[in-house]
C-alpha cells in the first residue's frame, strides 16, 4: 500500500472507481420459496440475488449496497412474522437479517413498509446494521421547510470509506446518501399513521437536503428514493417523482423503485427526458432494479480526487437479471444462493410453512384469476360475498342498514410486471391458510362507505382504464393497458355494465383526468334497471381503496360508515370457516361492448388453457405463447 504525505496527496490527481448496487421491493421475497403454491420456485429471493451481488462486489475494490424500500411485507413470512410473532417480538426480521447478512450499507423505507404499523415497522428495524432512511417522513414539521422537521428515521448518513484507488493508494471518500418515500403513505395507511406522522413532497425535500449533504463534508451524493415513473413535470405531493427529481442538481446517482419496473431496459416506453441505453434521467444515472429480488442494479463510477475532493468523471448504469434462460428455456440463477441469507431465514421459513398449512375449508371449484379482466373472475365473488357479509352484520342495528349493499373487489394477481406466474390459481378441493393469503394479497382493513349512483360510476369509469382503446374495423389489437396494475381494476358485485373500449379511457394508468368528457361504462344498472346517479348505497371495500389508494376517489367525511381494525384476508378465513365449503361462481357481471369486425390480443398465464371452457360469453383463440412466457389468446367483439 502506497502512503503518501498530506501536502502530496492534495496536489496530484488519483482515481478510483466506485461500484454501487441495488435492490428493491424485495416484498419479503427471501428465499426462492412459492408460500401460496407451497414449493420452491425460481425467479425471485433476495437469496440468489444476494449471491450474485456477492459476486459483483468481488470484482471490484470499492462498492456499496443499497435497497430502495418495500421490504417488509408481500408474502405470507411477512405476515407470520407481523401477525403471528405480533410488533414486541425481539427476535430479529428474517428479511432484516438476511439484509445484514447480505452486507447492506443503506436503506430506505418504502410505503408498504408501513402496513403492519409504526411500532411493529421500529422494531423491525430495530435490528439493522444498515442506517434505514426516510427524509421526509416526520412526526412534526418544521416551520422553515425539511432540514427544521423532526423525523421519524434518520433522513440521510455520511459513508466515510477508505477507497482503494488505481495507483494503489488508499484514500478517504465521504458519500451522502438521502432517503426519500412516496408521501401517500399518510393516505394509504391512514389508520396506523394518521396523527402520528406528516410526509413532505419527495422534491421539496430533496432540494433542501442535496446542498446540505455537501456543506456536511459529501463529495457525492446518492438518492435512494422509492418513487418511479410519472409526470416529467413536478406536481406538489407526486407519487412517483423520478423524473423532475432528476432534474435536481447535485445528485450524483438515483436509484429508484416502486414502479416493479427495470431501467435502463431494451424494450418498453422510455419516459420523457430517459435516456434507456445510457441510463440517464435528465443526465443523472439512475436505476431501478425491478422486484422481488429479480434483478440487481448497479452503477459503476469513475472518480477522479483532485485538490483533495473527489467527484464524478463517468458512470456506467446496468441492470442484472438474477436467473436467466438456458439453452433448454430452463430458468437458472446466474449465481449460487447466499448462504448467511439462506441460515437467516430458516427459522422462520419453517414456522411460516406450518402456519400456513393449517386447513379452513374446501372449495368446490378452482379459484384462478386468469381471465379477471374478462369478467370472469370466482375469486372476486367469493371477496365480494365475504365482504357483504361482514359489513352487514356490522351495519345491521345502524342507520345505514336500509341501503342496498354492494362490494368492491380488485384482482390482485393478473400478470403484468410480475410475469407470466403472477396469477392465483388455487385447485378445487381442500383450502389452507395459505390460499387464503393467494386470494387477498395485501394486508388491507375493511372499510365500507357511503355513495350515490354517480359516484358509483365514476369509480368505474377510473377503472376501465385497463383497457387500451381498441379501433373498430382492426384487428390483433393489444387489449391491456400494460402501465395499469391489475389490482386497480375495480368491480362493483352488484351492479351490471358494459365496457366501451371504442371510447379513450377517461384516466391514465396514472389516474390523471385525460378525457374528461368520455364515458366507457355503458348500461349501468342495479336489480335490472337503470342505476339511479341519487341513489344512495353502501359499498364494502378496503381503508387503502377508500382513502383515494390507485387515484381513485378519496371518500369525503361522512361517507365512511364503518371503518374497523379487521383485515380483509381474516375476513374471507373466517367466511370460509363459517361456510365450511365454497361453490365459486363463475358468472360475468359486466361484458365488453359488442365491436364487431374488431379483435384484440389478451395475454394471461400458461395456466389459463385448463379453464377455457369456463369462458363461454367470448370467443378466444389460442395464439401461443409470447417471448416472455405469457399465453396470448385473440378475442373477437
Not at 431496459?265 to 432494479?289: C, F, I, K, Y
Not at 370472469?376 to 365480494?384: E, K, L, N, Y
Not at 362507505?449 to 358509483?456: F, I, K, P, S
Not at 357481471?589 to 389478451?602: C, D, E, I, N, Q
Amino acid at each position: 500500500m502506497t502512503v503518501f504525505s498530506a501536502d502530496v496527496q492534495a496536489a496530484r490527481t488519483v482515481q478510483a472507481q466506485l461500484r454501487l448496487l441495488q435492490t428493491t421491493d424485495l416484498h419479503m421475497h427471501v428465499l426462492p420459496y412459492d408460500y401460496y403454491s407451497d414449493r420452491p420456485m425460481l425467479g425471485t429471493g433476495l437469496a440468489h440475488a444476494a449471491g450474485l451481488i456477492e459476486r459483483r462486489r468481488a470484482e471490484v475494490a470499492n462498492s456499496l449496497l443499497f435497497d430502495c424500500g418495500d421490504f417488509l411485507q408481500g408474502t405470507p413470512l411477512g405476515d407470520y412474522v407481523a401477525q403471528d410473532r405480533g410488533p414486541h417480538n425481539t427476535t430479529a426480521h428474517p428479511i432484516i437479517a438476511a439484509m445484514n447478512a447480505a452486507g447492506y450499507d443503506a436503506a430506505v423505507v418504502g410505503n408498504h413498509d408501513f402496513n403492519y404499523g409504526l411500532e411493529f415497522l421500529q422494531q423491525a428495524l430495530s435490528s439493522a446494521r444498515f442506517p434505514v432512511l426516510a427524509a421526509n417522513v416526520a412526526r412534526q414539521l418544521g416551520t422553515t421547510g425539511p432540514l427544521e422537521d423532526r423525523l421519524l428515521l434518520p433522513g440521510h448518513c455520511l459513508l466515510r470509506r477508505q477507497i482503494r484507488c488505481a495507483d494503489g493508494s488508499t484514500q478517504p471518500l465521504c458519500v451522502g446518501v438521502l432517503g426519500l418515500t412516496t408521501p401517500q403513505i399518510t393516505q394509504w395507511d391512514q389508520r396506523h399513521l394518521a396523527g402520528r406522522i406528516r410526509t413532505r413532497d419527495i422534491v421539496e425535500t430533496a432540494a433542501a437536503w442535496v446542498p446540505q449533504l455537501r456543506a456536511l463534508g459529501a463529495e457525492l451524493v446518492v438518492v435512494l428514493a422509492h418513487t418511479g415513473f410519472g409526470a416529467a413535470e413536478h406536481v406538489a405531493g407526486q407519487e412517483n417523482a423520478a423524473l423532475p427529481l432528476a432534474r435536481l442538481a447535485g445528485i450524483d446517482a438515483l436509484m429508484l423503485g416502486h414502479n416493479h419496473l427495470v431501467f435502463p431496459a431494451e424494450a418498453g416506453p422510455t419516459p420523457q427526458g430517459a435516456d434507456a441505453a445510457a441510463g440517464r434521467l435528465h443526465g443523472t444515472p439512475a436505476v431501478m432494479s425491478g422486484a422481488r429480488g429479480s434483478h440487481v442494479g448497479r452503477i459503476d463510477l469513475s472518480l477522479q480526487r483532485t485538490a483533495g475532493r473527489w467527484k464524478v468523471h463517468a458512470a456506467d448504469v446496468q441492470v442484472e437479471a438474477v436467473f436467466q434462460h438456458d439453452r433448454g428455456l430452463q430458468l437458472r440463477p446466474r449465481a449460487a444462493p447466499h448462504r448467511g441469507v439462506l441460515a437467516s431465514s430458516d427459522a422462520d421459513h419453517r414456522a411460516t410453512l406450518h402456519y400456513i398449512r393449517r386447513p379452513v375449508g374446501h372449495s368446490t371449484a378452482p379459484l384462478h384469476s386468469y381471465f379477471a379482466l374478462l369478467a370472469h373472475d370466482p375469486i372476486g365473488q367469493v371477496i365480494a360475498e365475504a365482504q357483504r357479509w361482514h359489513v352487514a352484520r356490522a351495519l345491521a342495528d345502524s342507520a345505514h342498514a336500509h341501503l342496498p349493499l354492494l362490494s368492491a373487489t380488485a384482482p390482485f394477481k393478473t400478470g403484468g410486471r410480475g410475469g407470466p406466474s403472477h396469477f392465483t390459481d388455487v385447485p378445487a378441493g381442500a383450502l389452507a391458510l395459505r390460499s387464503i393469503a393467494d386470494l387477498y394479497h395485501f394486508p388491507n382493513r375493511i372499510c365500507a362507505v357511503r355513495l350515490r349512483g354517480a359516484e358509483l360510476c365514476a369509480w368505474l369509469e377510473r377503472s376501465a382504464g385497463a383497457f387500451n382503446r381498441l379501433i373498430a374495423g382492426t384487428q390483433h389489437q393489444p387489449l391491456l393497458d400494460a402501465a395499469f396494475p391489475g389490482y386497480n381494476f375495480d368491480i362493483i358485485d352488484g351492479l351490471e355494465f358494459e365496457i366501451d373500449l371504442a371510447e379513450p379511457a377517461r384516466y391514465d394508468a396514472e389516474g390523471n383526468l385525460v378525457a374528461p368528457g368520455s364515458q366507457r361504462i355503458r348500461n349501468l344498472a342495479f336489480q335490472g334497471a337503470p342505476l339511479d346517479p341519487n341513489a344512495e348505497f353502501v359499498v364494502a371495500t378496503n381503508d387503502f381503496r377508500a382513502a383515494g389508494g390507485g387515484a381513485f376517489f378519496r371518500a369525503r367525511s361522512g361517507q365512511v360508515v364503518l371503518e374497523s381494525s379487521e383485515s380483509n384476508r381474516d375476513i374471507l378465513r373466517w367466511f370460509v370457516e363459517q361456510h365450511g365449503t365454497l361453490s365459486p361462481k363463475n358468472t360475468p357481471k359486466w361484458r365488453f361492448a359488442p365491436m364487431p369486425g374488431t379483435s384484440a390480443v389478451f395475454e394471461t398465464g400458461p395456466g389459463a388453457a385448463r379453464y377455457l371452457a369456463e369462458v363461454k360469453d367470448l370467443r378466444l383463440e389460442p395464439l401461443g405463447i409470447s417471448a416472455s412466457g405469457f399465453a396470448r389468446y385473440l378475442i373477437r367483439f
